[in-house]
């Protein structure tokens, strides 16, 4: 399993602690720092954005997440087609990577929402 730092500004320091869901519910954007080793296959990023999206999560497929690799092994080629994301429920995002020499890495995770979603809170 990788490894998951949280670096939102919902404690002003880097934590493995994802928000809880009144920390998250005053966040439109949350980031996380994933290190995967070659022989991981999936990160569970956790938002807690349960609340704010309800049930009709899936629907929407909110939160919007994007990646950008920062520091990767040899094998950096076509690295973003290689990932999968699933969300089963509304409180986290799975992100998900084959095995394979060269395809673990850090990677940034950012996990945003419409500022429409803030009037919920």
Do not use: E
């Amino acid at each position: 399993m990788a490894t998951i730092t949280y670096l939102s500004k919902f404690t002003n320091t880097n934590t493995s602690t994802a928000p809880t869901a009144p920390q998250a519910s005053q966040l439109t954007t949350q980031v996380a720092q994933v290190f995967f080793l070659d022989t991981d296959t999936q990160a569970i990023i956790v938002h807690n954005w349960g609340v704010l999206l309800g049930p009709s999560f899936a629907t929407f497929q909110w939160p919007l997440c994007s990646v950008i690799k920062i520091l990767g092994a040899a094998a950096d080629f076509s690295w973003a087609t290689n990932f999968t994301w699933g969300l089963t429920n509304s409180n986290q995002v799975y992100l998900n990577k084959p095995v394979g020499t060269g395809t673990g890495g850090t990677y940034i995770v950012y996990m945003q929402l419409p500022i429409s979603y803030m009037a919920k809170a």
